[in-house]
Protein backbone atom coordinates (compact mmCIF):
# COMPACT_ATOMS: atom_id res chain seq x y z
CA UNK A 1 0.00 0.00 0.00
CA UNK A 2 3.14 2.38 1.03
CA UNK A 3 4.21 1.95 -2.67
CA UNK A 4 1.31 2.60 -4.58
CA UNK A 5 1.12 5.69 -2.27
CA UNK A 6 4.19 6.95 -3.00
CA UNK A 7 3.99 5.84 -6.73
CA UNK A 8 0.43 8.09 -6.70
CA UNK A 9 2.60 11.16 -4.91
CA UNK A 10 5.23 11.18 -7.59
CA UNK A 11 2.93 11.18 -10.39
CA UNK A 12 1.00 13.90 -8.92
CA UNK A 13 4.55 15.80 -7.79
CA UNK A 14 5.47 15.30 -11.87
CA UNK A 15 2.09 15.75 -13.18
CA UNK A 16 2.64 19.24 -11.02
CA UNK A 17 5.58 20.61 -11.83
CA UNK A 18 5.90 19.42 -15.71
CA UNK A 19 2.91 20.73 -17.09
CA UNK A 20 1.61 24.17 -17.26
CA UNK A 21 -2.34 24.06 -18.04
CA UNK A 22 -2.23 28.32 -18.52
CA UNK A 23 1.46 29.41 -19.89
CA UNK A 24 0.80 33.25 -21.12
CA UNK A 25 3.04 33.44 -24.69
CA UNK A 26 4.64 37.02 -24.09
CA UNK A 27 4.89 39.49 -26.95
CA UNK A 28 8.07 39.79 -28.38
CA UNK A 29 9.92 42.17 -31.27
CA UNK A 30 11.44 40.71 -34.38
CA UNK A 31 13.90 43.35 -36.35
CA UNK A 32 14.91 43.32 -39.60
CA UNK A 33 16.49 45.76 -42.33
CA UNK A 34 14.13 43.57 -45.22
CA UNK A 35 10.10 43.58 -44.85
CA UNK A 36 9.29 41.34 -42.63
CA UNK A 37 7.44 38.42 -44.57
CA UNK A 38 6.95 34.89 -43.95
CA UNK A 39 9.99 34.43 -45.70
CA UNK A 40 12.45 36.84 -44.32
CA UNK A 41 10.97 36.01 -40.38
CA UNK A 42 13.98 33.65 -40.23
CA UNK A 43 16.55 36.24 -40.69
CA UNK A 44 16.71 38.37 -37.47
CA UNK A 45 18.87 41.06 -36.99
CA UNK A 46 20.15 42.98 -34.14
CA UNK A 47 23.24 45.09 -36.14
CA UNK A 48 21.99 48.40 -38.71
CA UNK A 49 23.72 51.33 -40.70
CA UNK A 50 23.21 54.63 -39.90
CA UNK A 51 20.32 55.87 -42.11
CA UNK A 52 18.76 52.64 -42.51
CA UNK A 53 14.97 51.27 -42.54
CA UNK A 54 15.20 49.24 -39.76
CA UNK A 55 11.49 47.16 -40.06
CA UNK A 56 10.04 45.84 -37.03
CA UNK A 57 7.39 44.05 -35.83
CA UNK A 58 5.25 43.12 -32.94
CA UNK A 59 4.18 40.08 -32.55
CA UNK A 60 1.75 38.50 -29.28
CA UNK A 61 0.93 35.19 -29.97
CA UNK A 62 -2.24 35.64 -27.40
CA UNK A 63 -3.50 39.02 -29.38
CA UNK A 64 -3.40 42.39 -27.87
CA UNK A 65 -5.33 43.33 -24.76
CA UNK A 66 -5.96 46.80 -26.13
CA UNK A 67 -5.99 48.67 -29.21
CA UNK A 68 -4.02 51.79 -28.12
CA UNK A 69 0.28 51.60 -27.50
CA UNK A 70 3.04 53.79 -27.18
CA UNK A 71 6.11 52.88 -29.23
CA UNK A 72 9.14 54.30 -27.76
CA UNK A 73 13.42 54.54 -28.71
CA UNK A 74 15.50 55.30 -26.14
CA UNK A 75 19.07 55.75 -27.04
CA UNK A 76 21.80 54.87 -24.41
CA UNK A 77 24.28 57.62 -23.54
CA UNK A 78 26.42 58.60 -20.56
CA UNK A 79 25.84 62.23 -21.18
CA UNK A 80 21.89 62.65 -20.03
CA UNK A 81 20.63 62.36 -16.73
CA UNK A 82 17.93 59.75 -16.66
CA UNK A 83 20.32 57.05 -16.10
CA UNK A 84 22.08 56.88 -19.37
CA UNK A 85 18.98 56.80 -21.15
CA UNK A 86 17.18 59.64 -23.60
CA UNK A 87 14.26 59.24 -25.11
CA UNK A 88 14.66 59.61 -29.39
CA UNK A 89 10.92 58.89 -30.51
CA UNK A 90 7.80 58.66 -29.22
CA UNK A 91 4.34 57.72 -30.88
CA UNK A 92 0.97 56.17 -30.13
CA UNK A 93 -0.23 53.38 -32.76
CA UNK A 94 -4.05 52.04 -33.13
CA UNK A 95 -3.95 48.08 -33.67
CA UNK A 96 -6.30 46.36 -34.98
CA UNK A 97 -7.28 43.32 -32.18
CA UNK A 98 -8.23 40.97 -34.35
CA UNK A 99 -4.66 40.50 -35.59
CA UNK A 100 -1.99 39.47 -33.60
CA UNK A 101 0.81 41.43 -35.02
CA UNK A 102 1.90 44.93 -36.06
CA UNK A 103 4.09 45.77 -38.73
CA UNK A 104 6.40 49.11 -39.59
CA UNK A 105 9.38 50.51 -39.87
CA UNK A 106 11.75 53.20 -38.52
CA UNK A 107 14.75 55.18 -39.24
CA UNK A 108 17.70 56.26 -37.03
CA UNK A 109 20.44 58.53 -38.42
CA UNK A 110 22.84 58.62 -35.44
CA UNK A 111 25.25 55.26 -34.25
CA UNK A 112 24.47 53.75 -30.93
CA UNK A 113 22.95 51.32 -28.78
CA UNK A 114 19.15 51.49 -28.93
CA UNK A 115 16.12 50.21 -27.24
CA UNK A 116 12.40 49.78 -29.16
CA UNK A 117 9.64 49.93 -26.49
CA UNK A 118 5.98 48.80 -26.26
CA UNK A 119 3.63 50.05 -23.61
CA UNK A 120 0.04 49.82 -23.46
CA UNK A 121 -1.31 53.45 -22.77
CA UNK A 122 -3.16 52.27 -19.26
CA UNK A 123 -0.13 51.17 -17.66
CA UNK A 124 3.00 53.45 -19.01
CA UNK A 125 5.78 52.24 -16.23
CA UNK A 126 6.54 48.81 -17.71
CA UNK A 127 6.69 47.88 -21.53
CA UNK A 128 5.06 44.66 -22.35
CA UNK A 129 7.65 43.88 -24.78
CA UNK A 130 11.16 45.38 -25.82
CA UNK A 131 14.09 44.33 -27.75
CA UNK A 132 17.78 46.38 -28.29
CA UNK A 133 20.08 46.68 -31.27
CA UNK A 134 22.76 48.85 -32.51
CA UNK A 135 23.21 51.26 -35.40
CA UNK A 136 26.39 52.05 -36.89
Known amino acids: MKKLFTLILIFFAIFLCGFSLHKSRKAYIMLSSATISNMTAQRIERYFSCGQRIHYALISPDGFK ?6 QISKQD ?34 GHYILQ ?16 MVQ
Open 118 to 133: FFYLNNKDYPFAHTEF
Open 78 to 111: EKTSNWGFSIIQSRDITLDLAQNQYIDYIYITKS
Open 66 to 71: YPAVRM
